[in-house]
Each structure stands twice: as structure tokens, then as C-alpha cells.
């Protein structure tokens, strides 16, 4: 057992006897995360911030019911992708009367992406290689339309502008992406939008 693992491990037990450093050990390690991995699924980055300090105050509240180190991150991750899911129905039923194709293609993915998730037997930094390398096998255009959208939380119409392209082309590279990535991450789908930071 190395040392990191033997200190998180006094860290979790100090934890669940309520040593607010302890958790505060946890909510740096996690925060980023969560916040990360919500905000590719609400699009919204305060949003998601509030998400995850949510998730994280959930879990102070209920570590009686955390019953190891590793169930951390499953908790909150499990929390995180339930809020998902709300927001995302309640988006869909505020703009059932937009006429936005490509608006509703993605959220029904995103709740398709949201319900294979099993945070128990996850592995997220096994598999970041994975998914950043079919990003990265992407067309140039397509990738760079993508990153805007998905991780740098950029609408439709702000990309258009910055790469001087018509938004019907960024709608379609997007629908290109998102077909190229399911087809590709067939094995992975769950994992297709989750990055994990490791600072």
C-alpha cells in the first residue's frame, strides 16, 4: 500500500468521525470534478459550480452512509448525475416548442449518456485516454467545433462568429461529432463527455 493510499485512508476514517479537515481533504479532490463532469451535460457553468458544491455538502451530511474510500467518488458522482438528469428533462419540457433539432438530439443523448452511468464500478482516468484520443482522430474542424461547444461550454452562435462559418455549419459538424464519438466510444458511451482534472 503506498503512502498517498495509506493517508487518504486515515483521511476517510477521520471523515466519517467528522473532522471538517478531513473533509475539506475530499471536497478540494473532488470539487473540480464534479463541476467538470456537470457541466458537460447542463452547459451552464455556474450551474454546474452550484451542482457540485451541492453534491459536496450532500456528502458531508451523509457519510454515515459512505462506506469506504472509493464510495466517495461514487457518491457524488451518483448525486451529480441525478441532478443532471433533472435539469436536463426540465430544459427539455421549457423548450418543447423551440424548433431545434440538434438541441434535442443532444439532450437525448445526453440523458441516454446520463442512464448507462454506474458510478460503483467506474474507472474514469483508465479510460481519459480513450476518449481524448477519439476527440482527437476527430476532423480539424469538427474537433474544434466540439472542444467550443462541450468543454469550453461556448453556444452555437459565439462559434460561428469566432470561426467566421454560418451556424448551420456548426450545427452539422456538431451532429457529425457527436455520430463519429457514439459510433467510436460504442464501449464507452457512458463516458463520451466526462474529462477528469487532475489538478
Not at 503506498?2 to 471523515?15: G, K, R, V
Request: glycine content about 2%; aromatic content about 12%.
Amino acid at each position: 500500500m503506498n503512502n498517498n493510499t495509506s493517508f487518504e485512508l486515515e483521511l476517510f476514517h477521520s471523515f466519517k468521525n467528522g473532522d471538517e479537515t478531513a473533509y475539506t481533504f475530499f471536497y478540494d479532490k473532488y470539487f473540480r470534478r464534479i463541476q467538470s463532469f456537470s457541466v458537460q451535460f447542463i452547459y451552464d457553468a455556474d450551474e454546474a459550480e452550484n451542482l457540485a458544491q451541492e453534491a459536496l455538502l450532500h456528502l458531508w451530511q451523509n457519510k454515515e452512509n459512505v462506506e469506504s474510500i472509493n464510495g466517495i467518488q461514487a457518491f457524488l458522482f451518483t448525486y451529480a448525475k441525478s441532478k443532471c438528469l433533472n435539469l436536463i428533462r426540465h430544459n427539455k419540457v421549457k423548450d418543447k416548442f423551440k424548433n431545434d433539432l440538434l438541441n434535442h438530439q443532444e439532450r437525448e443523448l445526453d440523458i441516454e449518456v446520463l442512464n448507462s452511468l454506474q458510478f460503483d464500478t467506474l474507472e474514469l482516468t483508465e479510460l481519459e485516454r480513450i476518449i481524448q484520443e477519439s476527440i482527437n482522430e476527430l476532423p480539424p474542424k469538427t474537433r474544434e467545433v466540439f472542444i467550443k461547444k462541450r468543454f469550453e461550454n461556448k453556444k452555437n452562435a459565439e462559434i460561428a462568429e469566432e470561426m467566421e462559418v454560418t451556424l448551420k455549419a456548426v450545427e452539422a459538424h456538431m451532429t457529425k461529432a457527436l455520430k463519429i464519438l457514439k459510433t467510436k466510444l460504442s464501449d464507452y458511451l457512458f463516458l463520451i463527455f466526462i474529462l477528469i482534472y487532475n489538478n
